[in-house]
């Protein structure tokens, strides 16, 4: 909790010094949206010292062609047959500055994960080492 207040206390601090927001710049960690959950998009700011800070909604707003927004996470529909969404941020202190960008959802379905008995029974009998 305390991390979190001097995140927040840091970014506010910045803001208050009169460091204005250049540019903003989208680092996604993934390269496609999962149906059926939410995807978080990660905006950066560029201050005017040259700085780059985390935007969330408080300083963004954030649209997209399909899906709905909870802060800077998108929730993509299991049933949507979309290839792609697009979406657009914008900086709310300045309107002119925005990101239009698309990203195409995942296709294939996530490898079912090993439950607890089959990892335990592979570290039993040790198929799980690696090989020299």
């Not at 979190?4 to 840091?10: E, K, M, Q, W, Y």
């Not at 960008?101 to 080492?129: C, N, T, V």
Request: glycine share 6%; aromatic share 12%.
């Amino acid at each position: 909790m305390r991390i979190l207040f001097l995140f927040f206390f840091s970014v506010g601090a910045l803001f208050a010094r009169g460091q204005k927001v250049e540019s903003i710049y989208v680092n996604l960690y993934t390269d496609s949206l999962k149906k059926g959950t939410f995807n978080y998009i990660n905006i950066d700011g560029k201050l005017s010292n040259g700085r780059f800070i985390p935007l969330d909604s408080t300083y963004l707003i954030f649209w997209s062609s399909a899906g709905h927004f909870s802060g800077n996470s998108l929730w993509i529909d299991k049933d949507t047959r979309l290839d792609k969404v697009d979406l657009r941020v914008t900086l709310r202190s300045d309107p002119a500055l925005h990101k239009e960008f698309s990203i195409y959802i995942k296709k294939m379905p996530d490898p079912a994960l090993k439950s607890l008995e089959e990892l335990m029974k592979e570290s039993r009998s040790g198929s799980g080492k690696k090989k020299n």
